[in-house]
């Protein structure tokens, strides 16, 4: 296998039928972005702005941002690079927007949510990617965390589009998107399947919580069937579908995405040459032979339920 990636390294991602599946990185800090180019990543797939805001008591300035944005863009020339918008709240709270009274932040003020209640804070980061984009020559696309349906969708896009930004659009992540994802794949340019997020909702089990952390796979058949809606949406309507989440970086389970429909995968860099190699021994026909037994949960194995 250490054989076959160091061949492989530096190849675009595909199966062994010559099916493309371009191979992105999850970028969460600066040096990522290295580190991404070091494992031969084609782009990046989800870069989490978080880190800019976190740790400060105030968001940064447009200058700021532009200046972040600007330096991942210029290390990617005519690739692909998908920014996601402040995804503060529940897991990532930052204390000048996120309330410190909420029961359940998970179902709280996050996302999408979170920067609609500040205006300034989403405008401003508009502002700040198309100023980045402007300067630059990557390939970007701007992304919404936290989206529950086309209507938000809609109004992302829209928004997005005002600031002049070309290719907008949201993260499926809230179970509701993929039951309204034809309708999504009206007003969207694309969608990008967080199956940490997703998993966690669609089992009502807190991510972050040790006690129910057995239901945090998505190898649970009823996340795949989810992703499968949003996935045939996006082939009925010719509209990319990428996973983000950390199910990309499974490389048996990367399989089954790319059967289920999945046209890209982005993960941590260090996953990228085990997934690699793993698609280059399947043709797309056996990927989608794998997904439907995934579908049916053949490969689900409940955890042990933990004893208190
Ligand atoms: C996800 O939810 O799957 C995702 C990619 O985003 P994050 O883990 O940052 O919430
Ligand atoms: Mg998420």
């Given at each position: 296998?250490?054989?076959?990636?160091?061949?492989?390294?530096?190849?675009?991602?595909?199966?062994?039928?010559?099916?493309?599946?371009?191979?992105?990185?999850?970028?969460?800090?600066?040096?990522?972005?290295?580190?991404?180019?070091?494992?031969?990543?084609?782009?990046?797939?989800?870069?989490?702005?978080?880190?800019?805001?976190?740790?400060?008591?105030?968001?940064?300035?447009?200058?700021?941002?532009?200046?972040?944005?600007?330096?991942?863009?210029?290390?990617?020339?005519?690739?692909?690079?998908?920014?996601?918008?402040?995804?503060?709240?529940?897991?990532?709270?930052?204390?000048?927007?996120?309330?410190?009274?909420?029961?359940?932040?998970?179902?709280?003020?996050?996302?999408?949510?979170?920067?609609?209640?500040?205006?300034?804070?989403?405008?401003?980061?508009?502002?700040?990617?198309?100023?980045?984009?402007?300067?630059?020559?990557?390939?970007?696309?701007?992304?919404?965390?936290?989206?529950?349906?086309?209507?938000?969708?809609?109004?992302?896009?829209?928004?997005?589009?005002?600031?002049?930004?070309?290719?907008?659009?949201?993260?499926?992540?809230?179970?509701?998107?993929?039951?309204?994802?034809?309708?999504?794949?009206?007003?969207?340019?694309?969608?990008?399947?967080?199956?940490?997020?997703?998993?966690?909702?669609?089992?009502?089990?807190?991510?972050?919580?040790?006690?129910?952390?057995?239901?945090?796979?998505?190898?649970?058949?009823?996340?795949?069937?989810?992703?499968?809606?949003?996935?045939?949406?996006?082939?009925?309507?010719?509209?990319?579908?990428?996973?983000?989440?950390?199910?990309?970086?499974?490389?048996?389970?990367?399989?089954?995405?790319?059967g289920?429909?999945?046209?890209?995968?982005?993960?941590?860099?260090?996953?990228?040459?085990?997934?690699?190699?793993?698609?280059?021994?399947w043709t797309l026909t056996e990927a989608r032979a794998k997904a439907e037994k995934a579908?049916?949960?053949?490969?689900?194995?409940?955890?042990?339920?933990?004893?208190?």
């Amino acid at each position: 296998r250490a054989a076959k990636a160091r061949e492989l390294r530096g190849k675009p991602g595909a199966l062994k039928d010559g099916t493309r599946i371009p191979l992105l990185a999850n970028v969460g800090k600066p040096e990522d972005a290295v580190l991404a180019l070091e494992h031969g990543a084609e782009g990046v797939g989800l870069f989490r702005s978080e880190f800019l805001f976190i740790g400060n008591a105030e968001p940064p300035s447009v200058e700021e941002q532009t200046k972040a944005y600007a330096d991942l863009l210029s290390r990617f020339p005519g690739r692909k690079v998908v920014i996601r918008m402040l995804d503060a709240g529940a897991d990532k709270p930052l204390p000048f927007l996120t309330p410190e009274d909420e029961p359940n932040p998970a179902l709280g003020l996050r996302g999408l949510r979170t920067l609609r209640a500040h205006r300034n804070v989403l405008e401003d980061q508009l502002r700040a990617l198309a100023a980045a984009d402007a300067q630059t020559h990557a390939d970007l696309w701007v992304m919404a965390p936290m989206v529950a349906d086309e209507r938000e969708a809609e109004y992302f896009v829209r928004l997005g589009k005002s600031f002049g930004l070309k290719k907008v659009g949201v993260m499926a992540e809230v179970p509701s998107i993929a039951l309204m994802a034809d309708k999504v794949a009206q007003v969207a340019d694309f969608v990008s399947i967080g199956t940490n997020d997703l998993t966690q909702y669609m089992l009502a089990a807190d991510r972050t919580l040790g006690s129910v952390a057995g239901y945090q796979t998505a190898w649970h058949p009823a996340v795949l069937r989810a992703i499968k809606m949003i996935a045939d949406a996006g082939r009925d309507n010719n509209m990319p579908v990428g996973v983000c989440g950390e199910a990309a970086a499974d490389p048996d389970l990367a399989v089954v995405l790319v059967g289920l429909g999945a046209d890209s995968l982005s993960m941590t860099p260090a996953a990228l040459d085990d997934v690699r190699v793993e698609l280059a021994n399947w043709t797309l026909t056996e990927a989608r032979a794998k997904a439907e037994k995934a579908l049916n949960g053949d490969f689900y194995y409940p955890a042990p339920f933990p004893s208190s």
